[in-house]
């Protein structure tokens, strides 16, 4: 399901172009993450998805199989991710992106 103002920005696109869209991408289209992971024939088992907002970029990682993790120096805390739906969770939890290092 698409987010609420999404829908908004997408009918009026819509309503212009006389037309309903072929495709609406952007996080967490799991279709862009498909194609992202063609392009780049990434594999869910050696990927991370990274990223500071569970609806977006963990439930984009996630609709493909990726492995994800939650910077929390962003937008989303330690309670939006135990308030999130299990398809926004992350697999990881990091205080910034230097702990990258630690899981290479």
Known sequence: MRDP??????????????????AVVGKPSRDLARLVA???ALRPETTLMVGDRCNTDI????????????????????EDVTRAPAAER??????SVAQLEHLV
């Open 5 to 22: 103002p999404l829908q908004c920005v997408v009918k009026y696109v819509s309503y212009g172009a006389e037309r309903e869209p072929d």
């Open 38 to 40: 063609k392009l780049y």
């Open 59 to 78: 439930a984009f990682g996630r609709s493909v199989g990726w492995n994800t993790m939650l910077v929390l120096s962003g937008c989303h805390n330690r």
């Open 90 to 95: 992350p697999d990881y939890l990091a205080t």
